[in-house]
């Protein structure tokens, strides 16, 4: 069992810059393939970010690559969302994931934890 809390979320223009944080606890993080996914109102969850466990190699969705960074700190057991040139249409609450083991997906069905959620608003 793990348990995932994100941070960082809030209100930000658009163009502007927010760094999402994932604290984890309850296992040895860096076994766990991590990934940022989203959700807007009224939309299904989506594929955002992830980075494998075991050589960091990271994955983006196209929506975001050259503008997001995905990265990860495990004797701090944080994963992390640096997120640049912010666009209205980023607004969503995003989750962080987790999954033992892992290949670091773009399906939600990929990841066996899930944090709360925090709240990014991106306004024109």
């Known amino acids: 069992q793990v348990q995932l809390v994100e941070s960082g979320g809030g209100l930000v223009q658009a163009g502007g810059s927010l760094r999402l944080s994932c604290v984890a606890s309850g296992r040895t993080f860096s076994n766990y393939a991590m990934g940022w996914f989203r959700q807007a109102p009224g939309k299904e969850r989506e594929f955002v970010a992830s980075i494998r466990w075991n050589n960091g190699i990271t994955y983006y969705a196209d929506p975001v690559k050259g503008r997001f960074t995905i990265s990860r700190d495990n004797a701090k057991n944080t994963l992390y969302l640096q997120m640049n040139s912010l666009k209205p249409e980023d607004t969503a609450v995003y989750y962080c994931?987790?999954?033992?083991?892992?290949?670091?997906?773009?399906?939600?069905?990929?990841?066996?934890?899930w944090g709360q959620g925090t709240q990014v608003t991106v306004s024109s």
């Open positions: 994931a987790a999954a033992r083991w892992g290949d670091a997906g773009t399906s939600t069905h990929a990841y066996n934890y």
